[in-house]
């Protein structure tokens, strides 16, 4: 997965949308995850230690 530099969760009550893009803006990430999955999808990330 190409670097994340900015995410959007979209909060639903059984399904998460989730938008990441890069530094540049280009979309690296669009996915649809049931609420079981988003910790999980998360903690896959790489970290971003320069974020807060």
Not at 14 to 35: M, N, P, S, T
């Amino acid at each position: 997965m190409e670097k994340v530099s900015t995410i959007g969760l979209d909060v639903a009550k059984h399904v998460f949308q989730v938008h990441g893009v890069d530094a540049e803006g280009a979309v690296v990430v669009r996915r649809k995850l049931r609420r079981d999955d988003v910790v999980a999808f998360f903690a896959s990330l790489p970290g971003m230690s320069d974020r807060h």
